[in-house]
């Protein structure tokens, strides 16, 4: 299971806590406030959201995986509760699927899967195995989102967090421990609630600029002067594409 994307995650995460902190030094608070506002953190990436204003379209939400884009039909319509329900969504299918993927890796079973808006924990197994998650672990990087599965698996095995416990998660998740740190330096990032706004300029169309006279004549194709006394009319260059 490889760290290489908690790491970069972290790094990504770090700087933007950075910028929160000391925005003197990232360009001003101004500046600041729009590199917070208006992105989701997803899989441990942060990404950038557009919210249009579509009254002929059905409320939701895409990802082209590089930006989501966030549909609204009325100005007073909340982004911010469209984008958790897509999250939340996209936790279960994945929690479920990943959950069942480990489990036969690992030999055990469980009973049911619930995936709630948990902010005091990551996730949870009880006695009669069932396994709670929180939709925000869709926020964290794979890794991170599969230590957490093996970390309530082997509860299955061992309802305690003893010796035998720890060893058997190392022994599916070697790297436990940097991804524990993980979750410690990351909460706040991945508990933050969404600022997603609806701004009308980002539906208006780009306006061309108005050709005046001037710039119309000096924008026209000139050939060369036809000579003196003759009859013939000069020969047109074609304008080349730039």
């Known amino acids: 299971m490889s760290d290489t994307q908690s790491v970069i995650s972290d790094v990504k995460l770090f700087i933007e806590r950075l910028k929160k902190e000391m925005p003197e030094v990232f360009g001003g608070a101004e500046e600041n406030a729009e590199t917070e506002a208006g992105k989701i953190l997803y899989e441990g990436a942060l990404y950038p959201a557009r919210v249009h204003l579509t009254p002929d379209q059905e409320e939701g939400v895409e990802f082209n995986g590089q930006a989501f884009d966030v549909y609204i039909q009325t100005p007073q ?63 964290m990087p794979a890794a991170i989102r599969d230590y957490l599965i093996v970390h309530e698996l082997s509860h299955l095995v061992h309802m305690n967090h003893g010796t035998e416990y720890w060893q058997l998660v190392a022994q599916y998740c070697p790297e436990y421990k940097a991804h524990r740190r993980w979750l410690n330096d990351n909460r706040g990032a991945v508990f933050a609630a969404l600022d997603l706004k609806y701004t009308p300029q980002e539906d208006a169309p780009a306006q061309e600029p108005a050709l005046t006279e001037t710039d119309t004549q000096a924008a026209a194709p000139q050939g060369p002067a036809a000579p003196e006394g003759s009859q013939e ?10």
């Open 77 to 139: 319509a909340d982004p911010n509760a469209l984008a958790e329900r897509w999250l939340r969504e996209k936790a279960g299918e994945v929690l479920r699927e990943q959950t069942a993927q480990w489990a036969q890796k690992m030999g055990v079973q469980y009973n049911n899967i619930t995936v709630k808006n948990q902010q005091s924990l990551w996730a949870s197994c009880s006695a009669k195995k069932n396994i709670n998650y929180t939709y925000h672990i869709i926020k």
């Open 233 to 242: 009319p000069a020969e047109q260059t074609p304008v080349q594409p730039n």
